[in-house]
């Protein structure tokens, strides 16, 4: 045949292609080997030998393919003619990055299988597996969410913040994370302790079970203990005739969330020592008792030990709960990831509702750091959320949060001007000098407060209140 006619035989063509494709293949992978119909080896060639023990090809040929490759699918491609795409073998102690293919002939039948290692070592494809774990993560994360109206939203990546306080807050919960220890979670209402209590949950190995959250404080005394560990069929007038299961019920095998614990009442504190000692619970009404197995995490924005020596709750309980705690710094105690805050609210708000991509402005940082926040996060959430409403542009500025915080947050005036000759007052002189560096510093970050900070060696929450004192403002994008 003419080299003209072969170029236009698709047959010739496609026998090239393949010879020129297995060629590429054969140089480019770590090893390759091949099987017929009946799993027996036809050809392995050189690249392979060291990884198989072998010191030559006729050592593995005519041989089954598990014997010379252990527990190898080779044999199931050549049998079912699907490929294996992409997988990871074992093989000495070593993980391959395989290919296996099914062999076919002229007439598309099926005669065996070839097989490539395309990686020896995982070392390159570590981002990629990294990543495949962090996608199947989410994904069972997300399947919770649909499929368990009781799943935990929140992982550690949601509680934001580098400042040592919360950073010591995370790395406590995260050994929580990995025992079944009961925790107490301490601190100032709005702190999050729901969030870093949902994070726990779904670090651990309880993670595909319930998370249970029960508001102590927003239970009728009269109700509580039903709430808590159920009521057997028809335990008194009007109760349910197929009973009701409790908290601790529902929430078994998985976590229960008990906020405002301090708020229990005395005669239940007792049953909740005996459930958390022996891990059982006797439903109002009968005369069974039953076997649980749940984490308990309970919060409290009160002084446990004060409550303790005033005799409302009791210390034996309190020892209980009180394995490990964790206390949760208050937002003014943060400042610096004032930023960092505000930028996974915005985001959060501008998701939940019909709001343009909010952005965040210096200024607007800067007045917000010289309020208190007593309410902590859940009322920067707030204000943030009133901000985004009433704000056109969807870029807030110090003026815009200014007009709701409720503190003064107008920029200062400046003072009134002195009579020529007149003897400056040192501590005047002095706030002066410090206005003119910050406005310099500024003016050389190009508004950029970490930058700025970092020129002045201060830190971000000095700089944002030092703004404040002197009303400075930026006009630039958030940094």
Known sequence: MSASASIR??????????????????????????????GRVVYVNEKYLAALGLEHPTEAI????????????????AETGEPILLDIMELGGEQLVVTRMPIEDENGTVIGAIGFV??????????????????????????????????????????VGTTPAIARAKEIASRAARQSVTVLLTGETGTGKEMLAQAIHNASSRAERPFVSVNVAAIPDTLIES??????????????????????????GGTLFLDEIGEMPLQLQAKLLRVLQER???????DKISKVDVRVIAATNVDLRKRVS??????DLYY?????????????????????ICARLLDDISGSGDYVKAKITPSALAALARYDWPG???????????????SDSGRLTGEDVARILPVDTEVRLAPPARPAGAVVPYAEAEAEFEKHTLEQALAASNGQITEAARMLRISRATFYKKLAKFGLTTGTAPV
């Open 62 to 77: 005519g041989r089954s393919i598990e014997e010379v490759i252990p527990n190898s699918l080779m044999r199931k491609v």
């Open 376 to 390: 902590n996060v859940r009322e920067l959430r707030n204000i943030l959320e009133r901000a985004l409403i009433l």
């Open 310 to 315: 005033d005799g409302a709750f009791r210390p």
């Open 280 to 286: 059982e619970i006797e439903p109002l009404g009968s």
């Open 227 to 252: 709430e808590f560990f159920g009521t057997a069929p028809g335990a008194y007038t009007g109760a349910d005739r197929r009973g009701r299961e409790g908290k601790f019920r529902i929430a078994d």
């Open 118 to 159: 395309l990686y020896d070592h995982l070392e390159s494809l570590k981002p990629l597996l990294a990543r495949v774990a962090q996608l199947e993560s989410d994904l069972r994360l997300a399947r919770r969410q649909l499929s368990n109206a009781r799943a935990a939203r929140f992982t550690f990546a949601d509680f």
């Open 320 to 340: 209980r709960l009180n394995v490990l705690s964790i206390e949760l710094p208050p937002l003014r105690h943060c400042l610096d990831d004032l930023p960092d």
């Open 9 to 38: 035989d698709p047959a010739y063509l496609r026998a090239r292609a393949m010879e020129t494709l297995f060629e590429r293949l054969e140089q480019l992978c770590e090893g390759a080997i091949a099987i017929d119909r009946g």
